[in-house]
Every structure is written in structure tokens, then in C-alpha cells.
């Protein structure tokens, strides 16, 4: 992985604690809740803890949420470091269900839109399980994982991008800590030849913010163009 995948190492390296990542495994993390702290006070509504409830999160502290991909009934962000890397490498899902059919679903159809139903995370049906995560031949060019923080560990992500850019500055991107999946858009790639600001201004066209994390969007940009300036030095 280290020297095929890059940028699924440094995701890993990054995500959760050191305890965590010697305990927990690849299904684990890519089936962890899409979240947000109201999900865990019981005192506040929450359509995914209680569907139908209402969405504290939306009128609530927000700093951390969404901007992109939410809906009125959710604006929670998936946490996975690891599925940002995974997304950019084009992984996929292998499953079996409970009758012994057996499937493969691309991560980039792994996670739902939350809709009116964000209690519903995954296409994974009743007793599915996940038998094996597979990906692509290597991807060459420098891997880049940038995760954006408070604090230095243990944290979940303000702003991740996952890249792998080419010396002609052409480059795939799949940011996190923005929606409730792995966010990826390929027309965006298409622009970017070295232009964070053509990137992300694609990448995230449509965006929403809340009252607390509209610096989201800018910081998106910003990182990009971080990432693309240390990979021309």
C-alpha cells in the first residue's frame, strides 16, 4: 500500500489514533455513521438517530458539517479519512448477501444521499455483508493527503483532499469533511491543469453552506492550491 497506493497510506496514517487504527478494519471504517455531535445527544433532534425527528444541526453549532450533498433533513459529514483516499483510487466494494449472491458496488455508488431518509447510509441491503474492498492497478504521479484540523490528532477533518497530480499539473481530487460521502467530481478534474480555484469552483458548484462553515468553500480552494504548489516545487 505504501508504495502503490500513497495516498491511501498517508489517509490511513492520519485517521483516528493509533489504538484505533491497530483495532479497526477496512468494512469497519467505511460502514462508520455519517455524524455530527447532535447524533449523540439524545436531548436534540436528530432524523438519523430518530427518523422524523427533525435536524437540530441545521439551526444548531454547524462548524463542522456539510456544505455540499446535505438535504433539510441532514447535513452531517462521513468521517473516514480512508474513504477519501478510496474514492480517489476508484475502490470498490465487494459483498454477499444473506441468500450467498454475491455483488461488487463502486464506492462511488456505495453511499446514499440523505434525502429524506439519512438513517439509510449505505446501498448495503438487510444482512449484506462486506467480504472484500478491492482497487485499481496504481495510479502514478506524487500522492498527496492533506487534512485540515483543530487539533493536530485524534480529529476529524474541517477539510481533507485526497490528490494524485501528473507533472502536467493534471490532476484526480476527492475531498472530505465537505458532504456525507467522499466528494469527487470528475468534470473538475477536467480543469484543473495547476488551477485550484477552476477545481474546486467545480467541485463544489452548488454549494450550501450553513451559518458557522461557509469558510468551508474557500478553504477548499485553498488547500488545493497548497497541494498543487508543493507538488511543482
Known amino acids: 500500500v505504501r508504495r502503490d497506493y500513497a495516498v491511501l497510506s498517508r489517509a490511513l496514517l492520519v485517521g483516528a489514533s493509533g489504538q484505533l487504527r491497530n483495532r479497526a478494519t477496512t468494512a469497519g471504517n467505511l460502514l462508520q455513521r455519517t455524524r455530527c455531535p447532535y447524533f449523540y445527544d439524545t436531548n436534540q433532534s436528530c432524523n438519523k438517530r430518530l427518523p422524523g425527528s427533525g435536524c437540530a444541526a441545521i439551526g444548531g453549532f454547524n462548524r ?18 480512508m474513504a477519501i483516499a478510496m474514492r480517489l483510487l476508484d475502490a470498490a466494494v465487494e459483498t454477499v448477501r444473506p441468500d450467498g449472491q454475491t455483488r461488487t458496488v463502486a464506492l462511488s455508488e456505495f453511499y446514499r444521499a440523505p434525502g429524506n431518509t439519512p438513517h439509510l447510509e449505505t446501498v448495503l441491503e438487510r444482512g449484506e455483508l462486506i467480504t472484500a474492498v478491492t482497487l485499481p492497478k496504481p495510479i502514478g504521479g506524487t500522492h498527496v493527503y492533506r487534512k485540515v484540523r483543530d487539533r493536530a490528532s485524534y480529529a476529524f477533518a474541517l477539510v481533507s483532499v485526497a490528490a494524485v497530480v501528473q507533472r502536467d499539473g493534471s490532476a484526480r481530487v476527492a475531498v472530505g ?35 458557522h462553515n461557509a469558510f468551508k468553500v474557500p478553504l477548499v480552494e485553498r488547500t488545493l492550491d497548497a497541494i498543487l504548489a508543493d507538488t511543482r516545487a
Not at 64 to 78: D, F, M, N, W
Open 177 to 211: 469533511g465537505v458532504a456525507h460521502k467522499p466528494w469527487r467530481s470528475e468534470a473538475a478534474e477536467a480543469k484543473s491543469k495547476g488551477r485550484a480555484r477552476a477545481i474546486a469552483s467545480v467541485l463544489l458548484d452548488g454549494a450550501q453552506p450553513s451559518e
Open 64 to 81: 463542522q458539517l456539510a456544505v455540499i450533498g446535505a438535504s433539510e433533513s441532514c447535513i452531517a459529514t462521513h468521517p473516514s479519512d
